[in-house]
């Protein structure tokens, strides 16, 4: 008998992607196949998808991927987040002809940012459901832009600094927090006004996080508080959903050389899959890192481009470590710090004993995996929503302490220093820690049998199972 069909449709960013993935080998579990659809992507994350592709395919065989044909992308569109709401749209068309291919669909989980593939779903009569990738904090400010519209003529830009409420959450949002593409009223600002206007007319959402983390939100997002003028679907919080510990013929370095060093002793410094920084920050890192006296383990990566901290999401490039650090660096801070070029495996050493602190660019799967782990932050945002996810550690849930940049976007390296060196040693730091220590195990038990997102990937299985299958 052919099993219940399942399609996933993300955008094609890594932080989008992984999330997707891993709850398709979830919904295995519950009996379904599932297919990841993917678009043409044209970016320059494309081989880090490609690998990533590649890798999962080998190792879950009962995942399957199908790519949609290229489509062609106006020239003018060159702000990555527009550009990929257009690339959805522009590949309605092959997402039709593929889901006609198979009978036993049952519906479609699609990406917040991926909304107008509800047309190519409404065609088939295929049901909709979406998977929110990111913060529920962040999910409602975005759900209720089409209500704020109505109530504000000024821009987040023209905000600036302004606090601005939402309806549930205990704390207002600083407008400059938004994410950069939306500071103006301008296409990006539009399109996502659209896209976050039709996600209530799905028949459920799906997010990535758990009860005991963000349960404002849970109740903002249930209630329909941020989208008044529309009835809201069911919201299941599913989270938080990571990837796993990848098997590996060889292991990696970074974890060989934390075995070497005490419990709770190690910060570990990682900015994601895309992000860069231009030498004189890595330097700055560097010397900060030297003056605090802590162990570390630091994965660099460099860009050519200095200037804020949006030009950090740019295309990477291999740095020549020796070249761009402090002369006798490497040297000084042999035995207690470690410097990996591009990569390391992130989960796998969030989840290393030797482990006490992470300095993240706050992207939510990278928060995710440090709460799982039990580790406590500093927070570094770079782009896209980080800034509200840093907002939310910080000054909402207590689980990073912010690392303060100048008007530049650039971190000085007594700012580092001080920074590492609160979170590891103070006694303000050992309790940061020991918060996140707790939450940690509330996550692990919103995930056992029984506990809150288990139960809730049982209802979203069921409904699931009981949607329409197309005639």
Known sequence: MEKDAVVLYPIAFMGHLTPMVELGKLLLRHGFSVTVVLHHCPFPDNNSVDSYVAAVAASHPSISFHRLPPVSLPSFFSDAMVASFELIRLSNPHLVHYLQSSSSVRAIILDVYSADA?????????????FNPTSASSFVAFLYLPTLLTKSAASFKELGDHPIAF?????????SDMPLPIHDRATAYRMALDQFGRVPL??????????????????????????????????????PITAGVANEDQRHESLAWLDGQPSASVVFLCFGSIAAFPPQQLREIADGLER???RFLWVARCSSVAGKEESAALPATEPDL????????????KGRGLVVKSWAPQVAVLGHKAVGGFVTHCGWNSVLEAILAGV?????????????NRAFLVEEVGLAVEMRRNAEGMAAAAEVEEKVRWLMESEEGRELRARAADIGESARAALR???SSHTALIEVASLLRGATIRE
């Open 292 to 294: 605090s006296g802590q």
């Open 167 to 175: 309806p549930g959450l205990p704390r207002p949002i600083i407008a």
């Open 322 to 333: 020796l070249a761009l650090m402090p002369e006798g660096f490497m040297e000084r801070t």
């Open 202 to 239: 799905s028949k459920g959402i799906l997010v990535n996080s758990f009860d005991a983390l963000e349960r404002p939100a849970l109740r903002a997002l249930a209630a329909g508080d941020c989208v008044p003028d529309k009835p809201m679907p069911p919201v299941y919080f599913v989270g």
């Open 118 to 130: 509800m047309d190519a779903a409404a065609q088939l009569c295929l049901p909709s459901f979406f």
């Open 376 to 388: 406590g932050m500093i927070a570094w945002p770079l782009y896209a929503e980080q800034r509200m």
């Open 449 to 451: 049998e029984g506990g």
